[in-house]
């Protein structure tokens, strides 16, 4: 929104100079519009925020709740939360009024921040997702296979966390890496970002083709 609003501004400076009217309309639309995606940003981050650690809350403190799809749950949550808390406390455009934000170092930081905690978050969240689509199939489903092959068992579903937040982890050091490197070539630089939105972008549909076949097989059944 707001590279929109600054686009129309600047045509409106160049282009219709004398138009002061509409330029203080496209302002008043910005404003206007800006004010409401914060108020939306603030709202969905908060209930978000409360929903994900009362539900980490309820399950740490019931023992029968411990199990193998919580366990997933909890995974997810903990991804959801990261990624709020990015998204919502690391949004430059809160902190511009700020003397520290007028250096340039500080936004740099404030935005690698930012998506260094977002990235892996986004793709724990996405394979979390997926492996509760492939523990519910086998319980449902198979439920002798999901036995023998120790999806029961609270060391094998760690395991699968671990690897998920672990592979999060890698994909987001290639965003960390043009965050703490100022003298990176551009063509490096171009070659990350490419190879970072591949990734992204497989694990997203891989996800949702795993869960749409999977939630498909286990209705007909």
């Known amino acids: 929104m707001s590279t929109f609003c600054e ?10 100079t004398n138009d002061s009217g ?14 409401a995606l914060d108020l939306t940003a603030a709202i969905i981050g908060t209930i978000g925020i409360f929903g994900n650690v009362t539900f ?31 998204h919502t406390l690391c949004r430059g455009d809160w902190y511009e009024d700020m003397e520290w934000m007028s250096v340039e170092r500080n936004r740099k930081i404030l935005e690698c921040i930012r998506w260094g905690s977002t990235t892996p978050a986004y793709s724990s969240s996405t394979l979390s997702v997926m492996f509760i689509s492939i523990e519910r199939y086998l319980a449902i489903c198979k439920p002798f296979t999901r036995q023998s092959k120790g999806l029961r068992k609270s060391s094998r579903v760690v395991l699968l966390v671990f690897a998920s ?21 551009q063509q490096i630089l171009l070659i990350i970002n490419y190879v970072y939105t591949v990734i992204e972008t497989i694990i997203y549909f891989a996800s949702v083709l795993v869960v749409i076949v999977l939630y498909t097989i286990a209705a007909s059944v």
């Open 165 to 185: 937040w672990l592979f999060g982890a890698a994909v987001a050091l290639s965003m960390l890496l043009t965050c703490y490197t100022d003298d990176l070539d």
């Open 22 to 35: 509409n330029m203080l309309n496209t302002t008043s639309f910005c404003s206007v519009n800006s004010s």
């Open 56 to 86: 980490m809350i309820v399950v740490c403190h019931i023992p029968y709740m411990r199990n193998a799809t919580n366990y997933f749950m909890i995974s997810l949550a903990m991804s959801d939360l990261l990624y709020l808390l990015g």
């Open 7 to 16: 686009s129309a501004l600047t045509n409106r400076t160049f282009h219709s």
